[in-house]
């Protein structure tokens, strides 16, 4: 099956050209997703930006190696999961992915999926709130919140896919799932920062 079209192309080739307006450009753009993700398998912020500086520096050694089996983006967030998994471990915070299924909630799923439309949007957006308000920056931070409260695996599948804007295929071959654990992980997800979110509005 061919892949489609890389919107990173024209940097991947000026990248194997040398072009260091290049990979700055690449830095500039995907970095602080890089950031984001590192943070969920190690302890702090500043181990989080060694594990993203040993990912650009595996990128520079590693680019005319690079196949292109994938999209750019999706080989860059899975060195540096790779990286941050390792870390992790000699830091004691492994995520359990060898049982990504089971987050120990399988019978609490917060919402039904009747309520989400096709690509996770919400069927219904909660009632009576005024889109400018979900749209302020009050209410972003307690989607941040929600998903920070998040199991780890779930929070890992919501992040690549609803903040950083992953397709399911592109996070399953990140986070080395099969794609039947990442929809459930992802509903379950979606489901509880929802619930989280109409809280909010309803006790505001």
């Known amino acids: 099956m061919s892949l489609p079209p890389d919107e990173d192309a024209p940097l991947l080739d000026a990248l194997r050209a040398g072009d260091e307006r290049a990979f700055a450009a690449l830095v500039d753009k995907y970095g602080p997703s890089l950031l984001r993700l590192a943070q969920l398998y190690v302890s702090s912020r500043a181990v989080a930006e060694e594990v993203v500086q040993e990912t650009w520096l595996a990128v520079?050694?590693?680019?005319?190696?690079?196949?292109?089996?994938?999209?750019?983006?999706?080989?860059?967030?899975?060195?540096?999961?790779?990286?941050?998994?390792?870390?992790?471990?000699?830091?004691?915070?492994?995520?359990?992915?060898?049982?990504?299924?089971?987050?120990?909630?399988?019978?609490?799923?917060?919402?039904?999926?009747?309520?989400?439309?096709?690509?996770?949007?919400?069927?219904?957006?909660?009632?009576?709130?005024?889109?400018?308000?979900?749209?302020?920056?009050?209410?972003?931070?307690?989607?941040?919140?929600?998903?920070?409260?998040?199991?780890?695996?779930?929070?890992?599948?919501?992040?690549?896919?609803?903040?950083?804007?992953?397709s399911a295929e592109e996070a399953c071959n990140v986070l080395g799932l099969s794609e039947t654990n990442q929809r459930v992980l992802l509903h379950r997800a979606r489901a509880k920062v929802r619930t989280a979110l109409e809280r909010y509005l309803e006790d505001a």
């Open 60 to 166: 520079l050694t590693g680019i005319e190696r690079f196949e292109g089996r994938s999209s750019l983006k999706t080989w860059l967030f899975r060195i540096l999961t790779n990286k941050a998994k390792t870390r992790g471990q000699r830091e004691g915070r492994t995520l359990p992915f060898s049982s990504l299924a089971s987050d120990g909630d399988e019978d609490q799923t917060a919402v039904a999926v009747e309520r989400f439309a096709r690509g996770g949007a919400w069927a219904t957006p909660p009632r009576g709130v005024p889109e400018e308000r979900l749209l302020a920056g009050e209410t972003r931070a307690r989607v941040e919140q929600a998903i920070s409260a998040l199991p780890p695996n779930q929070r890992a599948v919501i992040t690549l896919r609803d903040v950083e804007g992953l």
